[in-house]
């Protein structure tokens, strides 16, 4: 659930695309049971519910442009201003990386996660 808010900044879109996800490990359950990693085969479908919520709402990922603003305003600092200045340009830098690289970015430094990201 944090990963798909982190993803679709609303509590709705994040409830629909998490029970979707449901629902589709529940449809293929008997043939997952046979598979080597269940958590990587659950984890690609909440990725496509994710990106299907996005393409259904017709709009880009937010998700770097909210966190960087919640950087600069996290902490009390002299400038904010600077500080969201580089915050949207590690952002920007991180929304560039691959799709795996994506990931264990934002597992780790976003949710706390120190395992490595289902496969």
């Not at 994710?50 to 393409?55: K, L, V």
Request: proline residues 5%.
């Amino acid at each position: 659930m944090r990963y798909a808010y982190l993803q679709l900044g609303s509590d709705a879109d994040t409830e629909e695309a998490v029970d979707l996800t449901f629902d589709a490990v529940m449809d293929c359950w008997p043939r997952m049971l046979g598979m080597e990693n269940l958590e990587g085969y659950a984890w690609t479908i909440l990725k496509r519910r994710i990106i299907d919520m996005h393409r259904k709402r017709r709009r880009r990922p937010e998700l770097m442009e909210a966190a960087a603003f919640e950087a600069a305003v996290a902490d009390h600092i002299e400038d904010p201003y600077d500080a969201l200045t580089v915050a949207i340009a590690l952002y920007a830098a991180v929304a560039s990386l691959g799709e795996r690289q994506f990931d264990a970015i934002l597992l780790h430094y976003r949710m706390g996660f120190t395992g490595p990201p289902p496969t």
